[in-house]
């Protein structure tokens, strides 16, 4: 039996990697999808544990950019914060990992996949939808969920064979990619406790208030402070490491989960917070009423449906389409002030700004219409509303 195990490194994977290298007649071979949360030294090291827990293979397949430009982008596009709290840091991720896992396991003619899921969260329904529909012969293994293991049964299987995994990384449960990291501990698992500070990825060293400035072009971030960078990963990073000094972006999310039950998670996602707040400052100045008022509704359903494994679903890209419409003006600067812990708008400069002195000031002087247009214009519209409280 060959198999794939999707592998991170963490403790549930690591008990996969070495489960299936014990067992007889089992050929493992393990992938780390990376979706912008890993340096190339984090990387080297995670390849160096999974051939440690004995893997035959190991492959690092980089798909940051693809995952930009076919998922962060309409998130912003969307100002998309699910429950208006979480931008889907990790669960946005998953479908695309899952595709790569895939499009890999039919390249090395393997015959089933693995995952490291428990049987009680999202990502085992993520990872299993897609590796479903895109290859429905290929047999789907999840050890954690089936053998109903505890992260300390877990640890011991490794120490009885020969692999020691620091306590310290079970404590929280991080998953780091280019839009957050989310941190998953005992804290989350009540209603009541927040997370430790300590918990959190970044921590503050920055407490001086700054001004920045966020560029964007038909809706894509351009440039930070006036600078140009290689690639829109390079900069949404040099925002997140610039922004997380002051721990911006910091919360705790509640929503429901795809099973059916509600679900806890703390998250840091300085960069995703900033642009979308600052983006959605922009769309403000230059969008019409409708364009806003048909944009929220079609992004929260985009939401919805990437946070439930839906990417594949055609509605998808008619949303996607939509979106990309309506940015053709959402071009100009915003300037935001950080302070520790927070952050806010200050203002923006666009040439499509509908804030226009010359055609009247809000609540000061009207230069467009006169009073009796004002007059006619309220008999008009009040007509329906009349005849409603007549009858």
Known sequence: MKILLAFSGGLDTSYCAKYYSLTNNCEVHSAIVNTGGFSPEELKEIEKKAYKLGVKTHKTIDITEEYYNKCIKYLV???????????LSVSSERSFQAIALVDYAKKIQATTIAHGSTGAGNDQIRFELMFKILSPKIKIEAPIREQKLSREEEILFLKNNGYIFDKKETNYSINKGLWGTSVGGVETLTSNKGLRDEAYPS???ETKPKTICLEFSEGEILKFNNNSYKNKIELINAI????????IGRDIHVGDTIIGIKGRVGFEAAAAMVIIKAHHALEK????????LYKDNLANSYGILLHEAQYLEPAMRDIEAFLQSSQKRVTGKVFLKLRPYSFIVEGIESQYDMMDNKFANYGEDNKAWTAQDVIGFTNIISNQLKLYFQK
């Open 203 to 205: 921590q503050i060293t």
């Open 240 to 247: 997140e490491k610039y922004v997380s000094k002051y721990a």
């Open 285 to 292: 100045h230059v969008l019409t009423s409708k364009q806003m």
């Open 77 to 87: 596009y969307g100002n998309i914060l699910r429950n208006n709290t979480y931008p």
